[in-house]
């Protein structure tokens, strides 16, 4: 599965947001768009899952156009983890994970099992029946990613899946990305903020500022301080900081719980 980007631009209300996008996303690459807010990420993301249609360009998955391709072989080609979740209704997990069936046909049995194996592969085990609005922001973060598992795309789209969750699901959410991308060979874009995360879990990143991708390449390439001068207008200075990695999964529950046995 290839992404491909050429030139394109997406004007929304009249007003130019994206100008003229290169970008390619490889099978089995974890690729980032990162820049400032407002800068145009989520725009584009939308645009290539077509919740948006670019004024200008073409978007390619696996050689065909995005946009011209029927609804529902779009659906079966890329999965998207999107900030907006589903509305807090009564949906069960197993409900909200099922949804990414919709561009197949019914088959209850065997989706009930691929939704009972994408919960045990994002850590949810057992949850099919717990109510989807009770759930952590982590939680309901791997039932998404559940949900597009269960869609058996080539092509994963996230937008700023680690917002509002605390160090310790970020951590949980992008190691299962980068784990799902090496295992499966999917290609995965997603919008991130933060530019040490997106250094230490991505293969390539795409800088963005005021709509334009102003340079592509691996992070250590990329994340010079004069772009960041240039993009973020701040220093990147060397100085002591933390840099968290994960616990294993039991002692990460004996913290969370103090009265689990080791």
């Known amino acids: 599965m290839r992404l491909d980007l050429r030139g394109v631009a997406v004007h929304l209300d009249g007003r130019p947001i994206v100008h003229g996008a290169d970008l390619l996303v490889d099978d089995g690459e974890f690729v980032a768009l990162v820049g400032p807010n407002g800068c145009g990420k989520s725009t584009l993301l939308r645009t290539i899952y077509r919740a948006l249609r670019p004024s200008a360009g073409l978007i390619r998955v696996d050689g065909d156009d995005a946009h011209g391709l029927p609804w529902r072989e779009s659906a079966r080609r890329t999965a998207v983890v999107a900030q907006e979740t589903p509305a807090e209704?009564?949906?069960?997990?197993?409900?909200?994970?099922?949804?990414?069936?919709?561009?197949?046909?019914?088959d209850a049995v065997a989706d009930a099992e691929r939704c009972a194996r994408a919960l045990d592969r994002v850590g949810l085990a057992g949850a099919a029946d717990r109510v989807y609005a009770t759930l952590s922001g982590g939680e309901k973060q791997r039932a998404l990613v559940a949900r597009a598992l269960v869609q058996e795309t080539r092509l994963?789209?996230?937008d700023e899946p680690t917002s509002h969750l605390d160090v310790h699901h970020q951590l949980e959410i992008l190691h299962l990305v980068r784990e799902l991308g090496t295992e499966l060979g999917l290609a995965t874009l997603a919008v991130l903020h933060d530019l040490n995360q997106a250094a230490a879990f991505c293969d390539r990143l795409y800088v963005m500022s005021a709509g334009r991708i102003l340079a592509g390449g691996p992070p250590g390439q990329v994340l010079t301080p004069e772009l960041i001068s240039e993009v973020y207008g701040v220093r990147a200075v060397h100085r002591p900081q933390l840099v968290f990695e994960r616990l294993s999964r039991s002692r990460a529950t004996n913290l969370a719980d103090p009265g689990a046995s080791g």
Do not use: Q, S
């Open 89 to 106: 209704l009564d949906f069960t997990v197993g409900e909200v994970v099922l949804m990414g069936r919709t561009p197949y046909k019914p």
């Open 156 to 158: 994963l789209l996230l």
